[in-house]
């Protein structure tokens, strides 16, 4: 690998109630980082961890890493603000030439980071980012609607999203201050380092298993922030509704003319009050799903305007 000519990594690292895998994932990464010092590759390293609120003790074993160990940093914040806050805060504080950014639970593997640094120093890439192979480990249900969501919204975006793309990249300063100049509430991040461009490198490797602890995240909450993506990068829902509202009128209108030819041919009689009331609880069955896809875009909106910070520090050191 080339000299690092002075170049430093960032590797920020979000976390909420990770107090059994913060010391696990600083024993495992730092000494290959040290590594990468010791060849050349990089000339100093970082850790920012980013306290997404824990009500663990997360921030006490973070303040004591901090106090023995001058590699390590962290941002707190005032309450739980969610992940891609995290991120958000993480990017802005790191400082160095190169940033990667990785799950604490080990599920990104950072045996990966040399080779996905090389990609970036030496190969022309902007930034190197990873992707599952396989979704061992993960239940069955979970998988089945997180490979729906990637068909789903790459039918729907303009920006292709890779299937399986996890958040663990690494990425050059130019790539990162690109992200930063996303400003906007309401952050999806697969799809904002997809829309930023830039030439990105795809690292595939087999899920692995947490190093401890439970996840985060259940189907619910994966369920909406999916929901929130596609909103985030498509406007093709609302087009949806249009279609919608159409396909009700022309069913409508060719239901009405039956029933004339009916009356007028056969001489029989309009009844059936169980198909009117089947046909007036879809008509307004349809008109609440447009209500609801033209309300999500309108909520987004309106969390936009009123340009609240998208998360607040407690402490940080």
Not at 181 to 202: D, L
Request: glycine share 8%.
């Amino acid at each position: 690998m080339a000299p690092a000519s002075g170049k430093k990594l960032s590797v920020v690292v979000p976390c909420y109630n990770e107090q059994e895998t913060v010391e696990i994932f600083v024993k495992t990464t730092q000494p290959l980082l040290e590594g990468l010092v010791q060849q050349g590759a990089l000339s100093d390293f970082e850790f920012i961890f980013v306290d997404d609120g824990s009500r663990d003790g997360t921030l006490g074993i973070l303040k004591a890493l901090c106090g023995s160990n001058a590699h390590i940093h962290y941002i707190s914040f005032s309450r739980n603000f969610g992940k891609e806050a995290g991120i958000f805060a993480g990017l802005q504080k790191a400082c160095g030439d190169y940033v990667a950014l990785m799950d604490v639970d080990l599920q990104d593997p950072p045996s990966l980071l040399p080779d996905m640094l090389r990609a970036v120093q030496e190969e022309g890439y902007d930034c190197a980012a990873t992707r599952r192979s396989t979704r061992a480990h993960e239940p069955l249900l979970r998988s089945l609607f997180s490979r729906l969501f990637y068909k789903v919204i790459n039918s729907l975006s303009d920006v292709a999203i890779e299937d399986g793309a996890r958040d663990f990249r690494l990425m050059s300063r130019t790539f990162v201050n690109a992200v930063l100049s996303i400003a906007e509430r309401n952050r999806f991040s697969k799809g904002i380092f997809a829309w930023v461009g830039f030439k990105t490198k795809y690292f595939a490797y087999e899920n692995l298993e947490r190093s401890a602890g439970s996840t985060k995240w259940n189907f619910w909450g994966l369920l909406g922030y999916a929901f929130d993506g596609i909103i985030a990068f498509s406007t093709k829902p609302l087009m949806l509704a249009s279609v919608l509202g159409m396909i009700s009128i022309v069913f409508a209108f060719l239901l009405i003319v039956f029933l004339i030819v009916r009356k007028l041919v056969f001489n029989n009689s309009v009844e059936g009050w169980a198909s009117m009331l089947c046909i007036i609880i879809f008509i307004g069955g349809v008109q609440l799903l447009c209500t609801g896809i033209i309300g999500q875009y309108l909520a987004k909106n309106y969390v936009e305007t009123k340009q609240r910070p998208l998360y607040i520090i407690r402490e940080e050191q």
